[in-house]
């Protein structure tokens, strides 16, 4: 009722450029709530890790620690951007727009009930793919921009790693569109609130990750290696190898650091929306609600940071055969299987 | 002026400049990143046409697996751009009649549409079918066989590359996982007991 009465006002207002503003005004309200949720990520981590090795963690900034990453904010802007010589400047300074705005930007298609949406777009998993596809210039020009030897090996060690994880994760994808019969994600979730277990009230059986559950391991190792998280944090590696953000200081290094975790949390509402889900209510007495998406994403990135503090890093020929010689193939035999599934007289997702 | 007519012409801007700099601008990588923004802008004239299947899809594989892969070659090469330019004259004949016969070529196929001089024009699609779903049913129904020659083709491909570069004996070294795995604790260290010497 406020929000039609918002609307009327806006339209008086505006006019024939109502759709515009109004269209702004929403994705003003998605995007400020993810910044905030992103910088309080950094937090949350700290804190998790803090108490996973029996630390506190960051506590003197505001009560608990809460201002800390606001001051991280203003610390990072106060400082220079050092532009390195022999560098291609224009490049340097645009590859950090390019690991961040695609995290951004895949949000207009993420669905959080079942008319909440900013754009709902028929082949919107495809749009998430084509988008968060691009992220990877970021990575490989800023190595090469940076003039510097350990940058560009640093690139491309990590551009060919999240190139060889998004084959594996669009291959589970390809059994998740293939069982829902769709590339719309509000109908993806839709479909996973139906079944045999959904009928008698125990929704969380019937959704994607138990009849898929190989498909749902391998997506869940493969958004780690995609967004270069520990243990396969090879693109940083801050301990003995040096990464492709060596030559970036201050705020250009900062929105690397935003984009890696803006991606987390789009990859884990992903995996919430295509495995767990969604906005649907786990159990039958309890209403679907957006509540539920944003408790399985925190769910989901607590996940992140749990096998950052438990998992020592791996080699970087490991996390090659991962990707290629096990995921891959698992991925095809599997789509094979849910094929033969889905014509077989005992298919569940009719 | 419509604004649909608008966003055409200006995205049609950004795509001639985009493909003019491709060609003229010195940096191999500069190059390299002016296709993509090319390919970008074409994906968007697509969408006005409502192929969002096919915008998409140049998105994601062009610009996403293609350039990526294009990129990470063109950095690696150590380009001299004025050996490149050496023989210009001499192959500019030959390039440029390349080049009108492309022209030619477009202009039938395009101009053919434009004039009406098709029997039948590209049918507007008014079903209340969505692109993928229309693409796919023609995919594996009316095309199903040239649609997996492609791919055969393709695998083809990948296969021959495969085996070129795996053509020689490997040089390097590598630890082979699968006997990794099974390597016990005795096999690499030995616990010994040695009592303890009184001293002198």
Redesign the interface.
């Known amino acids: 009722m406020m929000i039609d009465m918002l609307q009327q006002l806006l339209q008086g207002f505006f006019g024939p450029v109502y759709p515009l503003v109004w269209t702004v005004l929403k994705i003003v309200l998605i995007i400020v709530p993810l910044l905030l949720g992103v910088a309080y990520l950094t937090f949350w981590e700290r804190k998790v890790i803090g108490w996973m090795q029996v630390r506190i963690g960051p506590n003197r900034v505001g009560p608990w620690g809460l201002i800390q990453p606001i001051a991280d904010g203003v610390k990072l802007m106060m400082k220079e951007i050092v532009i390195p010589t022999g560098s291609?400047k224009g490049?340097f300074l645009i590859a950090p727009m390019f690991a961040f705005a695609p995290a951004l930007a895949a949000w207009a298609v993420i669905p959080f009930n079942d008319t909440l949406v900013l754009a709902n777009?028929?082949?919107s998993l495809?749009?998430i793919?084509?988008?968060t596809?691009?992220g990877?210039?970021g990575i490989?020009?800023s190595g090469?921009a940076s003039n510097s030897k350990y940058a560009?090996l640093g690139g491309?060690r990590s551009?060919a790693q999240m190139?060889s994880y998004?084959v594996a994760m669009g291959l589970a994808l390809v059994v998740v569109l293939m069982v829902s019969n769709s590339?719309n994600l509000g109908d993806i979730v839709k479909s996973q609130g139906q079944g045999m277990f959904a009928a008698r009230g125990l929704g969380f059986l019937s959704w994607n990750w138990l009849p898929l559950l190989p498909m749902f391991a391998v997506y869940l190792i493969s958004i780690v290696a995609e967004t270069n998280r520990a243990p396969f944090d090879m693109a940083e590696g801050e301990s003995e190898i040096v990464g492709f953000h060596v030559e970036y200081s201050g705020m250009a290094f900062a929105v690397f650091f935003l984009a890696e975790y803006a991606n987390m949390i789009l990859v884990s509402s992903l995996t919430a929306l295509l495995f767990l889900g969604g906005w649907l209510s786990p159990v039958g007495f309890l209403p679907d609600s957006m509540f539920w998406l944003f408790a399985k994403i925190t769910a989901v990135l607590f996940f992140f940071l749990w096998i950052r503090a438990t998992f020592p890093r791996y080699r970087y020929?490991?996390i090659m055969?991962l990707g290629w010689k096990v995921f891959i193939p698992l991925c095809l035999i599997w789509l094979v299987v849910v094929g033969c599934w889905m014509m077989s007289p005992w298919n569940i997702w009719k | 002026m419509e604004f649909k007519t608008f966003v055409f012409y200006f995205l049609s801007a950004i795509l001639v400049f985009a493909s003019l700099r491709v060609v003229t601008s010195r940096n191999p990588v500069h190059a390299a990143l002016y296709l993509v923004l090319a390919f970008f802008t074409a994906s968007g004239v697509w969408m006005l046409l409502q192929a969002e299947f096919l915008a998409i899809s140049l998105v994601l594989i062009y610009v996403g697996a293609v350039m990526v892969l294009f990129l990470f070659v063109v950095m690696m090469l150590d380009i001299n751009i004025d050996r490149l330019r050496e023989g210009f004259w001499s192959y500019l004949p030959l390039g440029s009649i390349i080049a009108l016969l492309m022209v030619a070529e477009m202009a039938l196929v395009l101009g053919g549409s434009y004039f009406d001089l098709f029997e039948n024009a590209v049918p507007q699609t008014g079903i209340a079918e969505s692109n993928v779903q229309a693409i796919g049913r023609l995919m594996f129904t009316e095309y199903v066989y040239p649609f997996e020659l492609a791919s055969v083709i393709l695998l083809v491909g990948i296969v021959a590359a495969v085996a070129l570069t795996q053509r020689e004996k490997r040089k390097t070294k590598a630890v082979s996982p699968s006997r990794q795995v099974f390597v016990k604790a005795k096999d690499r260290v030995r616990v010994l007991q040695m009592p303890s010497e009184p001293r002198d």
């Open positions: 291609d490049v777009v028929n082949a495809l749009y793919m084509a988008i596809s691009i990877v210039y490989i020009l090469w560009f491309m551009a190139i998004e590339l020929d490991q055969r």
